[in-house]
């Protein structure tokens, strides 16, 4: 396309661009440096730039503390509870189509028994007796995850549990966060 099809303003935009005109990097001769050998001085800044420092972490007291940290916990055990997931539904297709001998059959199981370790390891959290003791929650979901399901039906029942153990820690979690609001008011 000729210039002179070009509205102006796109004409003085490409004229920046032409090494023989006299816009041609705004008149500065000066090359560009490549490799990183020096930074071009326009865009080096001040020697030292100051960070301000965060602040001190305020200290709520040990119920404050206590309350975050099962809040915490019961985060990571609803995470804990949803990692089982993918490896179920993996072992069921793969089982479904008769593949229970292939190495990814093996490889969902082993993901799977990772899976129950990591949600045992949440045991160690909830050592309390009270409300908030989901020890009865991981054996029943570490429990069914390794009962052998046949059918997509099975496999959506055991799901569905485990979905109604997360919503109720979600709520649960959302009490807590309602609590720690409350004791940092105090």
Known sequence: ????????????????FDRSGPEFHAGDPTPVPIGGARVPQSMSGPEV????EAPAAENF??????VFALRTNLGNLKKAID????PLEAILRL???GKESDPAFAK???????AIAALRECD??????????KRPVIDEIANGATVTRTTAEEQADYMLANKRHTQK???????LLAKLKDLKKQ
Do not use: S, T
């Open 1 to 16: 396309m000729a210039d002179e099809q070009l509205p102006a303003d796109h004409v003085a935009f490409a004229a920046q």
């Open 49 to 52: 730039v100051v960070q301000a």
């Open 61 to 66: 007291g040990p119920e404050y503390d206590r």
């Open 83 to 86: 990692a089982l997931n993918p």
């Open 95 to 97: 089982r479904l189509a």
């Open 108 to 114: 969902e199981v082993k993901k799977r028994d990772d």
């Open 124 to 133: 160690k959290w909830f050592v309390e007796p009270g409300e908030f003791d």
């Open 169 to 175: 820690i979600f709520n649960e979690q959302k009490a």
